[in-house]
């Protein structure tokens, strides 16, 4: 992941062979109750090659997957469930480019 932007924004002149992670929330929900944010997480990765861009996806999921416990600001990560694995998903916009999405749920608590 050492040459892997991560951001929430694609970089500059963007066409789908860089070595990039887009984070967004693609929904979940507060439970007011719980005081539980539920928020699901999409990691979509993009490289030149098929091969490289797999291997990114399973890098970035890992690294979610060991957000438990971490604690930000007033927030603490208290579980981390993958909700759909990285799979392939051509991107017919960036069609020079390889791209694998995954989805996880995470569970955060104010600290």
């Keep these: 992941m050492a040459q892997t932007v991560v951001d929430n924004r694609p970089p500059a002149g963007f066409d789908g062979t860089q070595q990039v ?3 967004s929330r ?11 944010d539920r928020p699901l997480v999409d990691l979509e990765v993009y490289a030149a090659d098929k091969t490289v861009a797999h ?5 970035a999921r890992a690294c979610v997957l060991e957000l438990v416990d ?22 017919y916009n960036r069609p020079a480019g390889n791209r694998y999405l995954a989805t996880l749920r995470l569970s955060i608590r104010p600290a």
Aim: charged share 20%.
């Design 21 to 23: 992670v887009l984070v």
């Design 26 to 36: 693609a929904g979940g929900a507060w439970l007011d109750d719980l005081h539980l």
């Design 55 to 59: 291997g990114i996806a399973l890098a």
């Design 70 to 91: 971490t604690h930000y600001g007033g927030a603490v990560v208290t579980e981390v469930d993958e909700a759909d694995g990285p799979r392939w998903l051509p991107d």
